[in-house]
């Protein structure tokens, strides 16, 4: 679970250091899905959905 966690948290950053590498050797580097901050956003989301998930299954556990 940690490699998981490890390869979601650095993914962003090699995307960002892939694209500005290609620019500064004079290439056109427009692969990649999202531009940043829409990863950022989605990785916001994800980690605040995990989050309350996580808040709301503890809270069952303790009503019952």
Known sequence: MIIFIFLAAINPLRVGYTKARAEGLGVECEAGLFACPKR??????????QL??????SWR???I
């Open 40 to 49: 950022v956003v989605i990785l916001a989301i994800g980690l605040l959905s």
């Open 52 to 57: 309350v998930s996580g808040l709301l299954l």
């Open 61 to 63: 556990s303790y009503r």
